[in-house]
């Protein structure tokens, strides 16, 4: 068995000192960063997606994966340098205003990075100009917000106007996601997609991803 293919195991098992050793003895091997990630870390994340789709895993396993391919890419980090990891997408990601909840916001943003895809996390109680701000800094494709309590519902309404107002609704594409939110209110803010837990999240990412 390859040391590659002994990373995306020992990362969809959620072992994170394998995946420190393994990852570490693949750097010292002489194995391209780009090989690591794209044929290890990031089709290991797209099984454990699915197999939480499926009901075969659920949240603790799929956070222990999460947290596994993170210290794997910490590793990785030092010696990036020059590197471009090739990168599905930019998404800017946060809790709205008001919203100090992070656990589901953190579990979706781990597995858009396992999944290949650039994360801007601002992270919670995040006011709209926040996001505005990061739209244009980074220009993302995509703004993913979440809401866990029901007031803070309308925080999401909020920042879709800011978008609007400042003339960038049409560049990105709005995902939304928490506790109270459903396709519904998705449909009613004229958002793009809603994802009911991070698996989704990254299904959504893909398939609009050449839509954006």
């Known amino acids: 068995m390859s040391i590659v293919k002994s990373i995306y195991e020992?990362?969809?098992a959620g072992n994170r000192d394998a995946v420190t050793d393994l990852t570490k003895?693949?750097?010292?091997s002489g194995?391209?960063?780009?090989?690591?990630v794209q044929d290890g870390f990031i089709p290991a994340m797209g099984v454990v997606g699915k197999d939480f789709g499926a009901g075969k895993i659920y949240i603790p396993e799929m956070l222990l994966a999460a947290r596994a391919m993170q210290t794997?890419?910490?590793?990785?980090k030092p010696h990036l340098g020059?590197?471009?990891?090739?990168t599905?997408?930019?998404v800017v990601l946060g809790t709205v205003r008001g919203d100090l909840h992070d656990i589901g916001k953190n579990l979706v943003g781990m597995m858009l990075e396992g999944s290949g895809i650039e994360v801007i996390d601002l992270g919670v109680d995040v006011p709209p100009e926040k996001f505005v701000e990061a739209v244009k800094t980074h220009q993302a494709q995509f703004v993913a917000l979440s809401a866990l309590l029901t007031t803070t519902m309308t925080s999401i309404t909020d920042?879709?106007?800011a978008l609007k107002d400042a003339g960038l609704r049409d560049e990105v594409a709005i995902l939304v996601g928490g506790a109270p939110v459903n396709q519904a209110f998705a449909d009613e803010i004229d958002a793009d997609g809603y994802a009911d837990n991070a698996g989704d999240a990254v299904d959504r990412v893909k398939e609009l991803v050449h839509e954006v």
């Open 25 to 28: 003895q693949a750097l010292d």
């Open 159 to 161: 920042t879709i106007d």
């Open 82 to 86: 020059g590197v471009e990891i090739k």
């Open 31 to 36: 194995v391209e960063i780009e090989e690591i």
């Open 72 to 76: 794997g890419m910490n590793v990785l």
């Open 88 to 90: 599905l997408a930019k």
């Open 10 to 12: 020992a990362t969809i």
